[in-house]
């Protein structure tokens, strides 16, 4: 009797245990559905992407074929790469200035269309302002950089270094023969990133700025990138309300060196 009556708590808790574990899963389930089905992974499926229009220019004009090869390695120019904050009055020219937008943004694969910064599931978000004040056969102005053609498109702002000047932006921006504008459209890659494209978009720029940055020491000029001021730049510069501005890189010539002050003998 004894014998039978533990026999048959152990079944009872056994199936007590069985029973509940079942609830516990199902619940558990439940629970995963009513998350998946309520709060979806990829803002993608509920979220219509915001991009820029589609624009027109006043004219496009053509830039010189970027060169393949220079005269400093790539562990000279990492090994030399230096922010440099004051510029030579002296203009850049457009073969200068083509070279240092195909380092940034230029197609370096002419079949599947791959840019020389990388770019996560090839979105390629960014757009390349051009704020001309001294460029050598270059009307100042606003231009948009367009990888397809190397070329640059006329945003129709004649204005534009004036109404730079008179934004927040960085002083260093302002004395600079040429600035990069970098303009990122966040929504571009929804469709492809489950997770977001926030933190994708900002190391991308990044890659952008760096490669400005090793191109330039190449040459042998000057810049340094900045982020002050970027949401007035924008504003100042009506830059697409679907676009954010990221960066701001201001290039030029190297100032001469100061001479050293001659020793005397007192």
């Avoid at 990138?225 to 990221?246: F, Q, R, S, Y």
Wanted: charged share 15%; hydrophobic share 40%.
């Amino acid at each position: 009797m004894r014998h039978s009556t533990v026999s048959f708590l152990a079944l009872l808790f056994f199936s007590t245990t069985l029973i509940c574990g079942i609830l516990l899963i199902n619940a558990k389930r439940e629970a995963l559905h009513t998350t998946t089905v309520t709060q979806p992974l990829s803002t993608a499926t509920t979220t219509t992407p915001r991009l820029p229009v589609p624009r027109s220019y006043a004219s496009v004009i053509s830039l010189p074929s970027p060169k393949l090869k220079g005269a400093v390695s790539v562990e000279e120019a990492i090994a030399d790469r230096r922010s440099r904050r004051t510029f030579a009055t002296t203009p850049l020219t457009l073969a200068q200035v083509s070279q240092l937008l195909w380092s940034a943004q230029g197609i370096t694969d002419q079949v599947g269309g791959k840019r020389a910064a990388p770019s996560a599931f090839d979105v390629y978000p960014y757009t390349v302002y051009v704020l001309a004040r001294s460029i050598t056969g270059l009307t100042p102005g606003l231009y948009e950089y367009l990888p397809d053609k190397q070329a640059l498109g006329d945003m129709h702002m004649p204005n534009a270094v004036q109404q730079f000047d008179a934004s927040k932006a960085e002083a260093v921006a302002k004395a600079a023969p040429v600035t990069f504008i970098l303009s990122a459209a966040f929504d571009k890659g929804l469709k492809q990133m489950s997770t977001g494209t926030t933190g994708s978009t900002y190391l991308e720029g990044g890659h952008i700025g760096e490669n400005v940055y090793l191109e330039t020491e190449s040459m042998k000029l000057a810049t340094v990138v900045t982020a002050g001021g970027v949401d007035d730049v924008k504003t100042a510069l009506n830059i697409d309300p679907a676009e954010t501005v990221v960066y701001i890189i201001p290039i030029g010539n190297r100032a001469p060196q100061a001479s050293p002050t001659p020793k005397t003998n007192l």
